[in-house]
């Protein structure tokens, strides 16, 4: 292990300045870099191939494993500052993001693959259950349009509980662009809205579907509705109009594998 010795008490370090940079997503961009905490997704991260910029412990974690990486420690007050749980186990990484392209994409999926597009969606832990869903219902990758919020930010990495390192994660810029990918892909463009023509148990949602997830306040973009091969409606009962995205995608992700 490649221990810095001197234990990074001011907030004048570059280590510590560059963490705290690593917390908002202008930075993150930049740097293409992100945090995570804890040993399970620092293990997850490490066994699905993503690369380790430096490693960062609190002064007294108890943590003993060779990295072969650069490893900094942190006082007490410090690592607090930047971590983002109360209860933390003294550990950080810093991980390089692995950009994936949209032929790096497509051939990753096949025509029978389901694929989840998170549409300008901004709560954090909607879009980290969403993506950790989609593993869970055996969708293969994630598409995110922009507008969407980072999907690696802290809150959202927490959320996705390590899904980030196993799914493919592909930023888009507009409709249009998905619209393409979509047919590139021969897919089927699915939506959830009101009043779909289908309810979500009697539509085919098994494979080769592509999966738009709308924004919290305001569903998925009307152009995107439009262009859809199938709208699904979730029925509701009592006064609700809607449910949470996130549980919304989880139903209609896993009547995949229910049919």
């Given at each position: 292990m490649l221990y810095m010795d001197k234990i990074i008490s001011s907030k004048d370090n570059k280590i510590y300045k560059e963490l705290v940079k690593l917390n908002q997503k202008k930075y993150r961009d930049e740097m293409g870099k992100y945090l995570v905490e804890g040993e399970n997704l620092l293990f997850e991260a490490i066994r699905y191939g993503h690369l380790i910029d430096k490693v960062i412990l609190r002064e007294d974690a108890a943590f003993t494993y060779d990295m072969k990486t650069a490893t900094y420690k942190l006082s007490h007050n410090l690592f607090s500052q930047v971590a983002g749980t109360k209860t933390s186990q003294g550990v950080m990484a810093v991980i390089k993001k692995k950009v994936t392209g949209i032929s790096d994409f497509g051939r990753l999926c096949d025509a029978k693959d389901n694929l989840v597009v998170l549409d300008r969606l901004q709560d954090p832990g909607n879009i980290g259950t969403v993506i950790r869903t989609a593993e869970g219902a055996g969708y293969r990758g994630v598409i995110c349009i922009r507008g969407t919020a980072d999907v690696y930010s802290p809150k959202v990495v927490r959320a996705a509980a390590g899904t980030l390192f196993r799914v493919p994660i592909?930023?888009?810029?507009?409709?249009?662009?998905?619209?393409?990918?979509?047919?590139?892909?021969?897919?089927?463009?699915?939506?959830?809205?009101?009043?779909?023509?289908?309810?979500?148990?009697?539509?085919?949602?098994?494979?080769?579907?592509?999966?738009?997830?709308?924004?919290?306040?305001?569903?998925?973009?009307?152009?995107?509705?439009?262009?859809?091969?199938?709208?699904?409606?979730?029925?509701?009962?009592?006064?609700?109009?809607?449910?949470?995205?996130a549980v919304a995608a989880g139903i209609l992700m896993y009547e995949a594998v229910r049919q």
């Open positions: 592909l930023y888009i810029s507009s409709t249009d662009e998905l619209f393409e990918l979509v047919k590139k892909l021969n897919k089927k463009l699915t939506v959830s809205i009101l009043e779909g023509d289908y309810k979500y148990y009697n539509a085919n949602l098994k494979e080769g579907v592509v999966l738009v997830i709308g924004n919290e306040g305001n569903g998925c973009s009307a152009e995107i509705v439009e262009a859809a091969d199938c709208r699904v409606t979730i029925p509701m009962a009592g006064e609700l109009e809607s449910l949470n995205a």
